[in-house]
């Protein structure tokens, strides 16, 4: 087993070079390489935020600012399980906010937090995009609307017991 995964961390250190070396001093590739990289290894750790700076010609700084800016992007390892929850105008008013509060109690995370376990991540998003459906959520990415804060858990619960 551990031959298999040193395999696996090799061939993702062997992309994430190719990655930078395509778009070596290309400052504008920035959002394109963060995107590519955190693909191949799920976030976007200190280290590897420091290496695509060199390689782009960018301050660190300017990394650390895109990845925060835009909710896409994590710094911290993200679980199985990637829930975001909107709290946009429509979800707000129809109560989101008590099914941020529901989950974060159920599971005992805050928004931004993933589980020890590893497997649930959450996320408060400025809107999904789906106010029809308010208010709703999205688990790796399938939306999930006209949801209560017992349906959520429900939904999350079926995902945690690879029912969906």
Known sequence: MAIVKEKVQQETIEQIEKVLTKHKGDSEALIEVLHQIQQ????????????????????????????????????????KFQVALCKGTACYVKGSVDI????????DIKAGETTEDGLLSLDVV???????????MT??????????????????????????
């Open 139 to 164: 688990v790796n990415g399938k939306a999930h609307g006209m949801i209560n804060p017992e349906k959520a858990i429900n939904i999350i619960e079926k995902y945690l017991r690879n029912e969906m």
């Open 126 to 136: 400025r809107c999904l995009g789906a106010c029809g459906l308010s208010p709703v």
């Open 100 to 107: 941020i509060n529901k989950i974060e109690q159920k599971y």
């Open 40 to 79: 191949l290894v799920g976030y976007l750790p200190h280290d590897l935020q420091k290496k695509i700076a060199d390689q782009l010609e960018v301050a660190p700084g300017e990394v650390a600012s895109v990845i925060s800016f835009y909710a896409h992007f994590s710094d911290q390892p993200r679980g």
